[in-house]
């Protein structure tokens, strides 16, 4: 089956910029937006197309902009609305999009809607939260046992009108009421209000606990800690604050509005559950979000194992064939840098990346990845991320294998590594210290050194963006996986075809040169992970194509 026609969004690349650590342009140790405008010239010649910044607008920061206190605002840290308005006369005249995140789920505390809210039983925004009575007899225990994702139970007691108020996430993030038509409509016109500016899409935070159920019922029990698919964390699978049929419907609401819009928007969903789950995002006729992530797939390919890597591929290939537009991604603000996943080996790293670049979908890049930035080991106790703080008393290190999620996010949020300079030229002033600290590697990896290294993963980055940029198959072509018999243990193959174009990628995950069968007679290699391997030897034709130890390479 074919794309009839292809929206942008369908073929875009996405780079994710944390605001706080990408750029300082005051010298205060925080990014900001003027930081990013001097680095879009970086992002457009890397090769991306549609830049997603996590939150700036008004918040006190508590879970760093996921606590928004005024969506409508810019948060003064990060700059002003004139700044935002730059950034995107920047952003569009370089034909660059720009993707928002909005936090529908939930407020700060600190928002004046929550602040009233708080106040009486009787006050105006008193139903915009979810306000309950706590269990009978005394009240004094939470209206049932739903947890919130990092762990506690999901309510907490306000004793001034003596009712719980429920949260998804933090305690200081009460969760919105959308069964309340009020709250509903200020956040859509919320989302129009930056529509009207000209922003092309919306990240959507935690989409999946917009709804929860009206009858409180208690979510089941059961011994899993934690499972992607079954959307099952903290002992309960979420049935009844998760993927509600309430929440599906949500997103064709959501669509309508992008609908009165053009050219077309993109809508992308944080949510959790199997894939079959998922797929009720994107809508009865797709005509839901866009996309969503797929973290199933993030697990399963930083585990290495090229036979489960394809199962995967192709339960996603079947459940999301065209037109629907899966998403591939290895990292955001919430999860361990990937490169640390796999010990800091640079060559498997270009392999994924090579991966993630070839596949039918739109690739996600969380901002460093490009640079092979790891996993920083900060002190749990000083930890900037309120989880963080939250599981200083537990042994870190087994704790996190043992989990395979977040513990502190901090690891993979340090500042953004531009230079060998004092605090790798993240900010102007030598003497600042940054919010967080910087890596220890940063003379080693940044992106002024590795601009000047072919061999480096940043010119693998680049060289694999501009081979997907110059090959619309690459970018729209069907997929069909190519079967190496005996290798598939150790390979992954496959083709991508659009209008007769075939493009193929081959794809080496063992530690042993590999030799292969050719499925064309003389193969013209337009991209390999190995910088200095431009074309293929002859000798290579037919049955004999080599690949080296975690080579992936691209031919047509
Ligand atoms: C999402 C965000 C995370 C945030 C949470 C609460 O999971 O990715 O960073 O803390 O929602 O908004």
């Not at 006369?89 to 660059?96: A, D, F, T, Y």
């Not at 129009?192 to 929860?212: A, C, S, T």
């Not at 590697?441 to 940029?469: A, F, G, H, Q, T």
């Amino acid at each position: 089956m074919l794309y009839d026609s292809y929206k942008w969004w369908q073929k875009t690349v996405v780079y994710q910029i944390y605001p706080r650590s990408f750029k300082d342009s005051t010298g205060n140790g925080i990014g900001d937006i003027k930081g990013i405008i001097e680095k879009l010239d970086y992002l457009q010649d890397l090769g991306i197309e549609t830049i997603w910044f996590s939150p700036f607008f008004e918040s006190p920061q508590q879970d760093y902009g996921y606590d928004v206190s005024d969506f409508r605002q810019i948060e003064p840290n990060y700059g002003s609305m004139n700044d935002f308005d730059k950034l995107l006369k920047e952003m569009h005249n370089r034909n660059l999009k720009i993707v928002l995140d909005l936090v529908l789920n939930h407020t700060s505390i600190k928002h004046p809607w929550f602040i009233e809210s708080a106040s009486s039983k009787d006050n105006p925004k008193r139903d915009w939260y979810i306000w309950r009575d706590g269990k009978k007899p005394g009240g004094r225990k939470p209206p049932n046992n739903w947890k919130a994702i990092p762990g506690s139970p999901a309510w907490l007691y306000y004793e001034n009108t003596d009712q719980w108020v429920y949260f998804h996430f933090l305690p200081f993030q009460p969760d919105l009421n959308y069964r309340n038509p009020e709250v509903k409509e200020e956040m859509f016109d919320t989302i129009r209000f930056w529509l009207d500016k000209g922003v092309d899409g919306f990240r959507l935070d935690i989409l999946h606990g917009i709804y929860e159920d009206e009858s409180l019922r208690d979510n089941p029990i059961t011994w899993l800690l934690y499972s992607e698919e079954k959307a099952a964390y903290n002992f309960q699978y979420h049935k009844y604050d998760l993927n509600l049929p309430e929440t599906f419907s949500f997103t064709l609401e959501l669509r309508e509005i992008m609908d009165e819009y053009k050219p077309e928007r993109l809508l992308v969903g944080e949510v959790t559950g199997s894939i079959e789950e998922l797929k009720k995002y994107y809508g009865p006729n797709n005509n839901g979000l866009n996309m969503v992530f797929l973290f199933e797939y993030t697990s399963i390919a930083l585990k290495f194992k090229p036979k489960k890597i394809s199962k995967d591929i192709s339960r996603i290939e079947k459940n999301l064939p065209i037109p629907y537009t899966p998403t591939y991604v290895y990292g955001n603000h919430d999860r361990d840098r990937y490169i640390s996943l796999l010990n800091n080996n640079t060559q498997k790293a270009k392999l994924l990346a090579t991966m993630q670049l070839t596949l039918r979908g739109v690739p996600y890049i969380y901002y460093g990845e490009e640079i092979g930035m790891a996993n920083v080991k900060l002190k749990l106790k000083a930890s900037k991320d309120p989880i963080g703080r939250k599981f200083a008393k537990f042994p870190y290190p087994q704790l996190t294998k043992l989990l395979g999620i977040f513990v502190s996010r901090d690891v993979c949020r340090t500042p953004m590594q531009w230079s060998g300079e004092t605090n790798a030229g993240f900010s102007p002033n030598k003497n600042v210290e940054p919010w967080l600290k910087v890596s220890e590697n940063y003379k080693k990896v940044n992106v002024e050194k590795e601009e000047k290294d072919p061999r480096s993963i940043l010119n693998c980055y680049k060289r694999l963006l501009k081979v997907r940029e110059e090959n619309l198959t690459l970018q729209i072509g069907e997929f069909e996986f190519i079967n190496l018999e005996k290798l598939n243990k150790k390979c992954i193959a496959y083709r991508r075809i659009h209008n007769k174009q075939v493009v193929y990628i081959y794809l080496n995950f063992s530690d042993k040169e590999i030799l292969l069968k050719t499925p064309k007679k003389e193969p013209n290699l337009i991209f390999s992970t190995l910088s200095n391997r431009k074309a293929l030897d002859p000798k290579e034709y037919n049955r004999n194509l080599k690949l080296t130890p975690y080579e992936g390479i691209i031919f047509k």
